[in-house]
């Protein structure tokens, strides 16, 4: 049983791993949003997204600090 299912998921996953992907992805919002509400959840996403954007930075080797310059306003420059 237990072998049939991981099977299922692996062929699931290389034959069809946009929808697996989606699927997974859509419950696990889903529940977050059932769990701790609507907000919190987009507060949460939001978090991933400034650290995905922070992330990004690092791995490219770019000046943070540049480019947070463009999306903050002009008195938070020094």
Do not use: Y
Request: charged share 20%; glycine share 12%; with cysteine.
């Amino acid at each position: 049983m237990k072998e049939d299912v991981k099977l299922f998921i692996e062929a699931a996953w290389q034959n069809h791993r946009g929808k697996t992907a989606g699927s997974l992805l859509g419950l696990v919002l889903g529940i977050a949003i059932l769990l701790f509400g609507f907000w919190n959840t987009v507060f949460v996403l939001l978090c991933g997204m400034i650290g995905l954007f922070i992330g990004i930075k690092v791995d490219r080797n770019e000046e943070i600090a540049q480019g947070l310059e463009r999306w903050l306003p002009p008195f938070f420059h020094r």
